[in-house]
Every structure is written in C-alpha cells, then in structure tokens.
C-alpha cells in the first residue's frame, strides 16, 4: 500500500523536530543553560551593579557600552538546570537593569550560584561571571584605593 506524500512529509518533520528537540538537549546538558529573559540592552536605559566585598558604593552605569558590557556579562551566567544550587550560598555580586518600559529586572550571584527570577541555580563555570565583573566594573576602583 502507498502512503501519500503529506504522511511522508509529516513524518520527515516529526523526525526533524524530535533530533532537534534531542540535540537542544544535549547541549544545554553539556553546556549549561543560559538565562532567559535578560534584557536587550537596547531596551535598558541605566545598571546598577554592587559588590560589598569590593566597595560599598553601588555602581551606576548609563553609558550604552557599559550596559552592553553589563547585559553581556550574563553569558558566564550559564546554569546546570537540573541539579541544586547550595542553600548555604550568599550573593557577592548583584545588578540590577532598568528598562525604557520602567522594569527593573534583578539578578545575583555568587562564585558557585546565580539567583534569577525568585530561583538559585548552581552556575555551570563557577567564578567566571565574578572575575569579569570585578576585571571590568570594579577593578579601577580597588587600584584606587590600594
């Protein structure tokens, strides 16, 4: 019996979709899961970042190459979803994103965990998004004061 050519074509789409769907899957597994949800930086008009352990002044940033910086240090935010992130952990470092819209979208994070929409997640590379953040934002301050 011949089958149509829209059953073949629907199978062949199914197929598709289903090693897609399995390669996604794989890479998030190996790689780490990035944030969903982070601004553009087009869309935010000023950051504010803190690091206690650095200065106690809270950082405020509206140039548009530094927001860029800012929005883009979210990369070395990538987390294991499915494993948990230790309970004991405090943040180090927190920004904070202020959209045109009048949003403000807050992230944390610590050398092991990011806390993200109400949620920790173990960080996939640990202490990563600390060092860039201290190298770009907060390095200039501590030569400063040394």
Not at 58 to 85: C, H, M, N, S, W
Request: aromatic share 10%; glycine share 6%; hydrophobic share 40%.
């Amino acid at each position: 019996m011949k089958t149509s050519w829209k059953k073949r074509v629907g199978q062949l789409l199914l197929e598709i979709a289903l090693t897609t769907l399995i390669l996604v899957g794989i890479k998030i597994f190996m790689e780490g899961m990035y944030l969903l949800g982070v601004p553009q930086p087009e869309e935010v008009t000023r950051v504010t970042l803190s690091y206690p352990q650095c200065t106690q002044e809270i950082k405020e940033v509206k140039d548009p190459e530094e927001i860029l910086l800012a929005v883009q240090l979210t990369a070395f935010l990538k987390y294991r979803p499915l494993a948990g992130a230790d309970p004991a952990d405090q943040p180090l470092v927190t920004i904070t994103y202020y959209t045109a819209e009048g949003k403000e979208i807050t992230l944390s994070a610590s050398e092991d965990t990011v806390w993200w929409k109400g949620r920790a997640h173990p960080l996939k590379y640990p202490g990563n998004f600390i060092k860039m953040t201290e190298g770009i934002f907060f390095l200039p301050e501590v030569q400063a004061e040394a």
